[in-house]
């Protein structure tokens, strides 16, 4: 009788496989827990999430690339599986750098799916790197960056809002 293994397409019922890396890019300006709601979702399906926060904007006072790495960094200091790193220039190179098998990104909206699909497409036939667009969980749809920038601007309490 075939178990639920057996029934693997995959060599070796799937296992034996290198292991698995993907990336989540973004600005994380600040890593929300809508963010790490996605690695979480990621290090169900891959052995690895690389996390890479883009370099290619910096304003003036605003929280620099590097200091957001550092505190996604430590946020997973005791996480083996989630790696940490800043790059500036295309995404589809840093993916390449780090032996990726594809790119994750969280959409909680139309407008989201639409930029989404677009960036996917251009990753795909350019640089043949494949995107995984995971939705937003529910309780973290409303969720952004800017909100959080926001709420910080006029002195509210985020604490809930972060990891
Ligand atoms: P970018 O500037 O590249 O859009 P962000 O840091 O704003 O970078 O977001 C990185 C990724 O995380 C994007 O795919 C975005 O859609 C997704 N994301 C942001 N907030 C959430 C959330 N609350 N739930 C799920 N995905 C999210």
């Not at 995959?10 to 292991?19: C, I, V």
């Not at 790119?103 to 995107?131: H, K, P």
Request: with cysteine; glycine share 10%; hydrophobic share 40%.
């Amino acid at each position: 009788m075939n178990t639920s293994a057996d029934n693997s397409l995959l060599l070796g019922g799937g296992k034996g496989r290198g292991l698995s890396a993907v990336l989540f890019p973004g600005s994380f300006n600040p890593f929300t827990r809508g963010h790490a709601d996605i690695v979480r979702r990621a290090l169900l399906m891959f052995d690895e999430v690389v996390v890479g926060v883009g370099c290619n904007e910096s304003k003036a006072g605003a929280v620099s690339p590097e200091e957001r790495a550092e505190k996604i960094r430590k946020l997973y200091a005791g996480n083996p599986r989630v790696r940490v790193g800043c790059y500036s220039g295309l995404t589809a190179d840093f993916a390449k750098a780090n032996g990726v098998v594809a790119i994750v990104r969280g959409v909680r909206s139309f407008a989201d799916y639409e930029y989404e699909m677009q960036m996917a497409d251009v990753n795909r036939q350019l640089f043949g790197i494949e995107t995984i667009i995971l939705p937003a969980s529910p309780e973290f749809a409303a969720l952004s960056s800017s909100v959080v920038r926001e709420l910080l601007h006029f002195g509210h309490d985020v604490s809930d809002l972060l990891p």
